[in-house]
């Protein structure tokens, strides 16, 4: 029986099990999205929203990077200034293919703009990617014709 158990353990000792979840949040706070099976970001996004000097350090204690931190206090919190909790949308994607581990989108409120723009920058830049590696092909073969039907 699982009785007075509380929490989850995810199969690691207590100090693995932290430094999985601090990486999580940290990931959360730099990229806005993350693929997942564990939700923990509220608490820091309201240690942001004060932004005294204490929850700054409190937040520097639990982050794994300054940069974070300072994306937390600057972009992150203003964000949430007027709002009283339920930062965060969570989508359920389904079971993980190796071990069925119930997967979830976790991802920011309100950031669906910025990841936008990060979708965009990635697709002009593979397409950028894409046409050199065209170009470097067509000059190694320089023997053979052209394409009549290529764009000049």
């Known amino acids: 029986m699982r009785h007075r158990n509380a929490g989850f ?4 000792n207590p100090s693995h099990r ?25 608490k820091m996004i309201t240690l942001g929203k004060r932004g005294t000097v204490h929850a700054r350090r409190q937040a520097l ?3 794994m990077t300054p940069e974070s931190v300072d994306r937390l206090f600057a972009v992150v919190a203003p964000r949430y ?4 909790g339920g930062y965060t949308r969570i989508t359920r994607t389904g079971a993980r293919q190796g071990d069925a581990a119930e997967m979830a989108y976790i991802e920011l409120l309100g950031a669906e703009h910025e990841l936008d723009e990060r979708r965009q920058k990635r697709d002009e830049a593979r397409a950028k990617k ?12 320089p023997g053979e014709a052209p394409d009549p039907n290529a764009e000049p």
């Not at 353990?9 to 690691?12: A, D, E, F, P, V």
């Not at 200034?81 to 009283?84: F, G, K, L, P, V």
Request: a positive charge.
């Open 81 to 84: 200034a007027d709002r009283n």
């Open 18 to 42: 932290r430094a999985v979840l601090r990486n999580l949040v940290t990931s959360i706070v730099l990229m806005d999205k993350v693929e997942t099976t564990q939700p923990l970001v509220e």
């Open 130 to 141: 894409r046409e050199e590696m065209a170009k470097q092909l067509e000059e190694q073969r």
């Open 61 to 63: 204690a639990y982050l």
């Open 9 to 12: 353990k995810l199969g690691r």
